[in-house]
């Protein structure tokens, strides 16, 4: 079977971006194993934030995830936050790249996240007992990287200036959306309150 993007293909912003537009279950398909021991962690994370910008394109929070496997850095999982897309309000980046994993050992796994998790994602991950987790923004929100230390998470903090900007900018443009998806619709209707 031939590969689509090779072990020979550079790692550019377009050959990332395809793989944000793929399936995942396709990838092993399309892309050849020798490609995904490239990628950096910088990569990876860029992949994370370009999946937030598609989920800001939707109209929806700018928040990505991925998962790999440590020792192949195949990518078995990955999403990007849907609150509003879904109506959904606990799928975040983070739980939404791990219901694309799927049941699986998380132990031998890191995930990648575009922002600082959240009490419930930083729950789930350690929970799923992931053995590292890389946090793409703590400059707009931070919080539970000492907790996760505490549970026995590897914390590495890898900012990605794009994907600050991003977030900075549709914090800027949608206030109570993002307050809804840290904290929900009765934070908003209390700050509502508090406002007026």
Not at 43 to 56: E, H, P
Not at 144 to 159: A, S
Request: proline content about 4%.
């Amino acid at each position: 079977m031939k590969h689509f993007i090779t072990k020979e293909t550079p790692v550019t912003e377009e050959a990332l971006n395809v793989i944000v537009h793929l399936a995942t279950k396709s990838l092993p398909a399309i892309i050849e194993d020798e490609f995904f021991l490239k990628l950096s962690d910088r990569n990876i994370m860029r992949i994370a934030v370009l999946l937030a910008q598609k989920s800001y394109e939707e109209g929806g929070c700018p928040i990505g995830g991925v998962i790999i496997d440590n020792s192949t850095r195949r990518i078995v999982g990955k999403g990007h936050n849907t609150l509003v897309q879904d109506n959904d309000p606990y799928n975040h980046g983070e739980t939404s790249a791990i219901r694309d994993a799927g049941r699986q050992d998380f132990s031998d796994t890191t995930i990648f996240t575009t922002l600082s998790p959240c009490d419930i994602c930083a729950t789930l991950i350690y929970m799923r007992q992931f053995d590292r987790v890389v946090v793409g923004d703590v400059t707009n929100a931070s919080g539970n990287e000492q907790m996760l230390r505490e549970k026995g998470v590897k914390v590495d903090i890898l900012e990605d200036p794009m994907g600050i900007a991003l977030y900075a900018k549709y914090r800027a443009e949608k206030p109570e959306l993002d307050m809804e998806d840290w904290k929900g619709l009765a934070a908003v209707r209390k700050a509502r309150k508090d406002w007026a």
